[in-house]
């Protein structure tokens, strides 16, 4: 089977996969999508703001949801939060992800992210908390083990199937690697020899030779991250078929999602401060919309005419003005 064949799907990036950009991901060919992750302490302590990564607009398609934690009853929490929202009588999300790998030093100091990446009892008791605490189906996202020589991969993955997970997500990178140097595929492959659980593979994935390669290891899918952020019709390509939209037809169908989420936001939402229009989208024009310029002659000063953009009116003139430029 070729890269035609395989199933693609989106992975989660916290500040980016908001609902605007999972739903540009499906269009461009996503078979599915993560939310950022989630923070269960949060939703727990009943922090309102955390509420607003768990909303979905329509056009999405399949929408996961990412948890991250390391108590067992705030997980349990989380789980039935998620699991209750409902879309037209629907449950929202298609499943519940636990976050085993964000390196990030403060996520990892609350004894969550990638600490769990070393930890294959307390993942085994937080994916059962969560496990019972959901009729969705329950997966876990990981990397191999804290740094080369402590792989902890193939422990893990017991844990989970013990815990009654039915797949997990291998970031096939160390948590001492961060989000750079090899993919140890060789250690996906004799993985899926080993484990019941359906595996996604995912790490550095940018054209079809990779996915072709993490093919050969036998998982059942694929993920893709930072490729998407400035291509969210990679989906397509990837699996050779014509992408159904330019750079900027992208940024097009980007600035149009955002402006109509956060409407929704601020009108499910009435009580909570959600940011106004103008702020929203400069917000997003600086942390996001920039990317879909990287690497193009004149990039270092288009990002600092995207840090300066204050209104969606600016942030229209300048996209305007930066795809004359350069030429997309
Ligand atoms: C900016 C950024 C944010 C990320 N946020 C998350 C997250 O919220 N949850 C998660 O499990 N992984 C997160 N990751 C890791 C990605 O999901 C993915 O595992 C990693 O980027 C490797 O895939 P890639 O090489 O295709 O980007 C993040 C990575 C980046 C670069």
Redesign the pocket.
Known sequence: MGAAGMRILL???????DAPFRRLCAEGGADMT????VSAAALFHGHRPTRHLMETMPGEGRVAC?L?GADEEEMAFAAREADALRDGGRPRFCEL?L????PMPRIMRSGA?ARLAADPERVYRLLKAMVGSTSLPVTL?T?LGPHTGDNRIFELADAAERAGACGL?V?A?YTSQM?GGP?HLEVLSELVTRTRLKVVG?????DETDVAAMEQTGVDAV???????RDPAVFARLKRAKPPFGPPEAVERHLRYLVEFRRALAERFPEDAVLDEDAFISLKARTHLFRYFAGVPGAAALRKRFNAVRTLAETRELLAAAFSVTGG
Do not use: D, W
């Open positions: 992975a989660p990036l916290a500040e980016f996969t993560y939310t950022e992750m990412q991250f992800n976050n085993a790998g964000c992210g996202k990397r997500i970031h990178r989000h993919v995912n790490g550095s994935i940018l993920m893709v991250g930072r490729a998407a952020l």
